[in-house]
């Protein structure tokens, strides 16, 4: 059974930075995609930034030089670090995996319909 658990969240001043973490148990292929995914009131969830199993990333144009995604094979564990943060990256955040698709999907148009395997979410509030 796949699951994942998204920590890190948290209440910050705009201009400061976070870590989330996202801890994955019970996956077993080698090859992947996975990827931060962030939903605001009202809106529909969009991708954040991938990561596949070849090492590529991809990023949203509005968090690119800002964020960064990485991913500690030793500890099955996901990150995102996420500095310069502004008030529109308020959101709930979600991690995702599923087999290998190209990092790019996750910043797709729909992408997050690519995607079968989800964390529950950890909450970003940025304050101007």
């Known amino acids: 059974q796949v699951q994942l658990a998204e920590s890190g969240g948290n209440s910050v001043q705009a201009g400061g930075s976070l870590r989330l973490s996202c801890e994955v148990s019970?996956?077993?292929?080698?090859?992947?995609?996975m990827g931060w995914f962030r939903q605001a009131p009202g809106k529909e969830r969009e991708g954040v930034a991938g990561?596949?199993?070849?090492?590529?990333?991809s990023y949203a144009d509005s968090v690119k030089g800002r964020f960064i995604i990485s991913k500690d094979n030793t500890k099955n564990t996901l990150y995102l670090q996420m500095n310069s943060l502004k008030p529109e990256d308020t959101g709930m955040y979600y991690c995702?995996?599923?087999?290998?698709?190209?990092?790019?999907?996750?910043?797709?148009?729909?992408?997050?319909?690519?995607?079968?395997?989800w964390g529950q979410g950890t909450l970003v509030t940025v304050s101007s």
């Open positions: 019970g996956w077993t292929d080698q090859s992947y995609c």
């Open positions: 990561i596949d199993s070849n090492g590529m990333t």
């Open positions: 995702a995996t599923e087999g290998f698709r190209p990092a790019s999907m996750v910043v797709a148009v729909n992408g997050r319909n690519a995607f079968g395997y």
